[in-house]
């Protein structure tokens, strides 16, 4: 989860509906980095057809969101593997 203002104000009005996912939550700065990163990154395309996720690729790029904290991954969270596509397509 994204700690947008609008989540923010959200978890100000019911702090015990957001309690559990306060530490969880990641700021939109953290995000930007991440993004940047990738994009900076000249061995991307080695990326390619995979499903990525910003927790772990800013473990890769050692990127820490705000108070140095380092966001869990949601697969990692929730015990699910990686799964890696096929390079080519079948028909």
Request: net charge neutral; no cysteine; glycine share 8%.
């Amino acid at each position: 989860m994204v700690l947008t203002e609008r989540v923010a104000e959200m978890a100000k009005a019911a702090p015990k509906v957001f309690e559990k996912a306060k530490g969880l939550m990641e700021t939109p700065e953290f995000t930007g980095h991440v993004i940047w990163a990738l994009f900076s990154d000249p061995d991307l395309m080695k990326l390619s057809g995979q499903t990525v996720t910003g927790a772990e690729m800013a473990v890769k790029y050692g990127i820490r969101d705000e108070g140095g904290r380092q966001p869990a991954s949601y697969r990692d969270l929730h015990g699910v593997a990686p799964f890696v596509q096929y390079p080519t397509i079948m028909k």
